[in-house]
């Protein structure tokens, strides 16, 4: 539930970054392809590895937010085989960086 909830409000709270969005998106769409007929199964099995629901598998497919908090692109990342090294983070002061 947190996860829906961090997805909607998108604030710094202390000193953790946020993930960019188009970050994550692009590892999960090594995994889940629009159109292909396993595609809901993808995004089914993304979530259940990331301990969390389709909708939010989905809301961060769509885009809605610049950002996702530090923990939920971490368990998406992990969940696609991948690293949040693969992704740039947005720091409270508002800085964009690499992971590494």
């Known amino acids: 539930m947190s996860a829906v909830l961090d997805w909607i409000l998108e ?3 202390g000193p953790e970054p946020r993930v960019v969005t188009a970050d994550v998106q692009a ?3 090594n995994v889940i392809r629009p159109g292909d007929d396993e595609g809901g199964e993808s995004v089914a099995l993304i979530a259940e590895k990331a301990s969390i629901s389709t ?3 989905y809301r961060v497919l ?4 610049k ?3 530090l923990d939920l692109g971490d368990r998406l990342c992990i969940a696609a085989d991948s690293h949040l090294a693969a ?3 947005v720091w409270p002061d508002g800085r964009v960086t ?3």
């Open 11 to 13: 604030k710094h709270e």
């Open 27 to 29: 590892l999960l769409r």
């Open 55 to 57: 909708r939010t598998v």
């Open 62 to 65: 769509q885009g809605s937010t």
């Open 67 to 69: 950002t996702i908090s």
């Open 87 to 89: 992704c740039r983070l």
């Open 98 to 100: 690499p992971y590494l």
